[in-house]
Structures are given as structure tokens and as C-alpha cells.
């Protein structure tokens, strides 16, 4: 009797099309991680009171204490306000999409082909360097155009056009090389992390089926959280670069 194989692919699945244009398995799951999101946020906007409860309260305190912390690292209020709601959706975006990857169904509904390959219809997003890579971006640009909107155009520039001197114009040049680097560093470090996690809990289970899941997905658990928080926190720190002036 052969052993059933494990699969494990690194690119994201098709399974289907829409006007044309792919839709994988990651891509959907997105789709329902914004819907869960979207549904969070009407019921939390439709239950606000003027006389918060416990909830609401510790809810409050938690954002307070966020706001605090942005303001004290970026050394602006109204910077701080203004980057919030960003910093905030991109760690529960992420977060969010780490936690559902757990729910039964998640990775282990889907459809055989007529090889016998299985396609599950929900894979986590964070899986995909695609969406890893998408993420970046936005984060890229937003610490660009801060950046550039705080200290201007030519003074912003300066950090990687200098031609002062010789030392300052090589400086200039590693400055410019680490922030295209940032979009291979940012994208990979999410995606490895939790594809690793994907891989070893499907080996687990392989090897492993009754004892041994449990402990390492409650393990990935808190791993999904810190690559959230990690990825939010360097959005933030490279903003408080970026709006500095060069020395």
C-alpha cells in the first residue's frame, strides 16, 4: 500500500478566472480576510457608545496607547494621526490572515485534478509573495511620498544624491541601494516565515497526525502575530527615516 504523499507548492493555485484575469487561492483568501475586516468594523462602528463599556474601553486604551507610541517615535501629532489607520490595517490585515489560516477548511477544502494533484480553494495569503510583495509596495510608497512631503523634494533627494563630496556621494549610493532592498527584505521576510510555518505543520501532520499539531499551530499563532507587529513597526520606523534630514 503506497503512502500518500505530502504536497507542497510554492506558487499560489489557480482556480479559476474572471474577466479574464487569474484568480488563485491566495487572492480569494484576501478577499475573504478583507471581508472579515470590513464586517468587524461596521459592527464596532454600529455598537460605539458615548459611555464606553469594558470593551470599548479596553479597545480605546489599546489605540490610545498605539497613537502614543507613533507620536513619540515619529516626534509628530499630526503625522502620527494621519499614518495610523495604515499602520493599524496593515497589522490586522496581516494578523488576520495568519489567525483564519488555522480555521478548519482553510488549506484542506478544495478540488482533485484529473492527476490526482489537490487544490485547496483557500490557501493564506501570506503564503503568496505576491501579496507579501503587493504589501510592500504600498509600505514603500508611503515612506516615499512622507518622506518627500516632509522635507521636500531636493532636501529629500539629498540622502541619495550627494555630491558634496566623494564619501557623502558613496553614502548617497548605499542609501539608495538599501531602499530598493527594502522591497526584497520586507516581501521575503513575511513570506518565508510563514510558508516555513505552513510547510512544518503539514509535515507534523503527516508524520504526526494526533499530538504534535496542536502545539506547533498555537507556536504559529504567536509567530503571525510578531510578523504582523514586525512588518507594522518597520513601516513605521522607515517612515521616521525617511523624514529625517540627512547629516
Given amino acids: 500500500m503506497a503512502e500518500k504523499s505530502i504536497h507542497i507548492s510554492l506558487s499560489a493555485e489557480k482556480i479559476g478566472t474572471f474577466l479574464g484575469i487569474s484568480i ?23 455598537n460605539l457608545a458615548l459611555i464606553p463599556g469594558r470593551l470599548q474601553t479596553l479597545v480605546e486604551t489599546l489605540f490610545v496607547g498605539i497613537l502614543n507610541y507613533m507620536t513619540e517615535t515619529l516626534g509628530d501629532e499630526k503625522l502620527a494621526r494621519k499614518l495610523f489607520p495604515l499602520i493599524l490595517t496593515i497589522f490586522l490585515f496581516i494578523f488576520t490572515a495568519n489567525i483564519v489560516e488555522f480555521t478548519p477548511g482553510i488549506g484542506s477544502a478544495g478540488f482533485f485534478h484529473a492527476n490526482g494533484e489537490f487544490t485547496p480553494i483557500l490557501r493564506s495569503m501570506n503564503t503568496d509573495l505576491n501579496t507579501t510583495l503587493a504589501l510592500t509596495i504600498i509600505a514603500f510608497i508611503v515612506i516615499e511620498v512622507v518622506g518627500v512631503a516632509t522635507l521636500g523634494f531636493f532636501q529629500y533627494g539629498k540622502k541619495f544624491v550627494n ?27 513575511l513570506f518565508g516565515n510563514i510558508f516555513a510555518g505552513e510547510v512544518m505543520i503539514l509535515v507534523i501532520q503527516h508524520f504526526v497526525p494526533m499530538v504534535l499539531p496542536v502545539p506547533i499551530m498555537l507556536f504559529e499563532v504567536f509567530v503571525g502575530f510578531i510578523q504582523a507587529a514586525i512588518f507594522a513597526l518597520l513601516t513605521l520606523f522607515f517612515v521616521k527615516i525617511a523624514i529625517t534630514e540627512a547629516h
Fill in 163 to 189: 555630491v558634496s563630496s566623494v564619501l557623502g556621494f558613496m553614502v548617497g549610493i548605499i542609501e539608495l541601494f538599501s531602499e530598493v532592498a527594502r522591497l526584497v527584505s520586507y516581501s521575503f521576510r
Fill in 24 to 46: 488563485t487561492n491566495t487572492m480569494l483568501m484576501s478577499f475573504v480576510v478583507f471581508a472579515l475586516l470590513a464586517t468587524l468594523a461596521f459592527f464596532v462602528r454600529k
